[in-house]
């Protein structure tokens, strides 16, 4: 692998982002907003960010009704079928009679992510003693029993009658051929200075005297939701994302004459056809290494064990990896980014059953004995915390959530099987010799106090970094088990616990660190204090009971950190905080292969408002926030000796 300097880096950065390089079919550079035919997403604030069309698609619970030649309604008796599979029950399930305050979970009151937790966009504002704290929505209990949605064959028949009887019509692609890219791939000319040279230092004067590692991974993410497009193509069956949206006010078919609404998820960045295109782009920028997901739907398209494999999707993925290599970038491959088969939602209700697990291990044992030599680095899920805590968001979830759950159970649920789908996964992986490394990707902070030397201040910080991070990462690095603070505030009926078996098979179950560390944010004490919010589950900060603030705890009240566009206002650039967080994170959980900046990235405000591309792509703030993010893992690897082994920017196309 070659050694890669930081000024080459500088160089590239003002190329890549706000899309200055244009693909060579399908992308039409006259203009920055993009037309429904030119197949290509043009976000301009990155995916971190929503503000979509109404939907004009009823909801899937006025469509149930259309489904009784294919699949068929089961009461959840747990009653074996051909093509339902029961299970047992698990050791530590959640008690039906659990309290059904209807909170969120899990949560500080911000960083929760992209995804709203509530249908509502603009949640009302909690009691807080700081006034721009973003906070957490409380969302409604499920209750109920679901009806299991039971598959009585896998045929294209079948599941073509799922796709219009769940999702309905999808916008076709606007081509349907893999275009070869120019090689060499041709780059921009540079752009115009900026700022005088008295403000800003030369890129040739920058960290001059420090050089990247040999084998140091530089490269872009995406995941495949956002990037694959061709929602059907191929043989796809449809996932949750496709339902999930819906609340938040983003249709996957309607398009509508806004900078921020030209692409729909059934068309997305369109890399399915475009790959190619995209990856050669990534490597003459200097990049050495591609993160991406794969769509669980895309290799079993009905999501469960005993349905049969999409030969066609295993072979796209094939042609994408290999073509990486060809180009000389290396593939890292995530096998979950919260693309739950909306097959398996609707038959067991996904995460909230342990029937997960074996459908999880299946798909993952199929993934790794296809692409084993190919793929040297995998992740098994992107952001547990998010996903457990996010997914109440999608519609109708009394109809896929398991009896006695709620929203305040569920992300416990959802946290228990996902470690154990981790744990055997990662068993699966070593009992069949294949090759690389496996870990899972964490996100969020750990934290800095708000008051320097305040103990409280210090306390939530512990709280935050347990609830946001150790929650998987404590079982998986270090003990085998949940983080006994969370553990001390929540009983067996909210959070399962783990038998001593399951702890021993958890239990170092990760190669590698791979964080998400967009930014780093100041935590305090919660408003009623820490024993009174721990003891109230209606506290609008239970049950992690700390609070996120944003400025300076001056009489100013300076704002912390440059800060991202106003509908990402989690997002700000950090830098200052990052050696130490990632120092910390590998203090805290050790590991032999190093840490990953796995996402970090910026949404330029206000981008996707504007009329041209050149005034797009003049990005600034986010030009910054990557050379003082680089900047600072090339000095935490030289002056702090922190073994970062490579970073993955967000995004590579949809931005």
């Not at 009905?302 to 290999?322: H, K, Q, T």
């Not at 996904?350 to 030599?373: C, K, L, M, P, W």
Request: hydrophobic share 35%; charged share 20%; glycine share 8%.
């Amino acid at each position: 692998m070659r050694s890669i300097n930081f000024l080459a880096i500088l160089s590239f950065l003002v190329w890549v982002e706000g899309g200055i390089v244009p693909r060579q079919e399908g992308n039409d550079t006259s203009s920055f907003t993009s037309s429904s035919s030119n197949g290509q997403s043009t976000r301009g604030t990155s995916s971190d960010s929503y503000s979509g069309s109404t939907s004009t698609r009823t909801s899937t619970g006025s469509t149930n009704a259309n489904t009784s030649s294919i699949y068929s309604s089961k009461v959840a008796t747990g009653t074996s079928t051909q093509s339902y599979k029961s299970s047992t029950t698990p050791s530590a399930s959640p008690s039906a009679s659990a309290s059904t305050s209807s909170v969120v979970v899990g949560e500080g009151t911000t960083d929760l992510g992209w995804i709203p937790t509530s249908a509502n966009p603009s949640p009302p504002p909690l009691a807080t003693t700081n006034k721009n704290v973003i906070n957490a929505t409380k969302t409604t209990s499920t209750g109920g029993t679901p009806t299991p949605v039971v598959f009585d064959d896998y045929s294209d028949d079948t599941l073509e009658k799922f796709w219009d009887d769940y999702i309905g019509p999808v916008q076709e692609p606007p081509f349907r051929n893999t275009p070869l890219p120019p090689q060499p791939y041709p780059l921009p000319e540079d752009p115009p200075t900026l700022f005088p040279d008295y403000l800003v230092n030369c890129p040739e004067k920058v960290l001059t005297q420090y050089q990247f590692p040999e084998g140091f991974l530089f490269g872009w993410a995406t995941a495949a939701q956002q990037w694959e497009g061709a929602v059907k193509d191929g043989g796809k069956g449809p996932t949750v994302w496709l339902i999930i949206l819906l609340p938040v006010g983003i249709s996957h078919t309607v398009q509508e004459e806004k900078a921020d609404c030209t692409g729909t998820v059934d068309v997305g960045d369109l890399g399915y056809y475009l790959y190619k295109q995209d990856i050669a782009r990534l490597s003459a920028l200097g990049g050495n290494v591609y993160s991406f997901s794969l769509f669980w739907t895309r290799i079993y398209p009905f999501g469960s064990a005993d349905s049969p494999i999409n030969e066609e999707g295993v072979e796209f993925y094939r042609g994408l990896i290999n073509y990486c290599w060809e180009q000389g970038v290396e593939p890292v491959v995530t096998l979950f980014h919260w693309d739950t088969p909306l097959a398996l939602q609707l038959k067991y209700g996904g995460f909230a059953s342990e029937e997960i697990i074996d459908d999880y291990v299946n798909h993952a044992e199929t993934v790794f004995r296809q692409y084993n030599g190919t793929v040297q680095k995998w992740i098994t899920f992107n952001e547990p915390v998010v996903f457990c805590s996010q997914v109440t968001s999608s519609p109708n979830p009394q109809q896929t959530f398991s009896g006695g759950l709620n929203t305040t159970v569920y992300p416990y649920t959802c946290s228990y099987h996902l470690t154990l789908a981790h744990a055997k996964t990662v068993q699966r992986f070593r009992e069949l010799n294949i090759q690389g490394q496996i870990a899972f990707k964490s996100d969020n902070f750990v934290g800095v106090p708000w008051r320097e030397g305040n103990e409280d201040d210090i306390r939530a910080v512990e709280r935050h970094g347990a609830y946001q991070i150790g929650i998987f990462a404590e079982p998986i690095y270090n003990t085998g088990d949940w983080p006994q603070l969370i553990k001390d505030d929540l009983p067996p009926e909210i959070l399962p616990r783990f038998s001593d078996e399951q702890k021993a098979l958890i239990k170092g179950t990760a190669d590698f660190f791979a964080i998400d560390g967009y930014r780093v944010g100041y935590v305090t004490a919660p408003p009623a204090g820490f024993e009174a919010c721990i003891a109230n589950i209606s506290d609008p900060l239970w049950p992690a009971c700390n609070q996120v603030n944003f400025y300076e705890p001056t009489p100013y009240e300076w704002g912390f950190a440059d800060f991202a566009d106003q509908r990402v206002p989690w997002l700000q650039n950090t830098w200052k905080y990052l050696r130490g967080f990632l120092k910390g994170l590998l203090e805290q959980y050790p590991t032999s292969g190093g840490i990953y900046l796995s996402e970090f990235g910026f949404a330029e405000p206000v981008e996707d408002e504007q009329l041209y591309k050149y005034r797009a792509t003049t990005d600034t703030k986010r030009e910054l926030y990557f050379l003082s993010y680089l900047g600072e893992v090339l000095k935490a690897i030289h002056e702090d000796g922190t073994d970062v082994r490579g970073t993955f920017a967000w995004s590579l196309v949809d931005k």
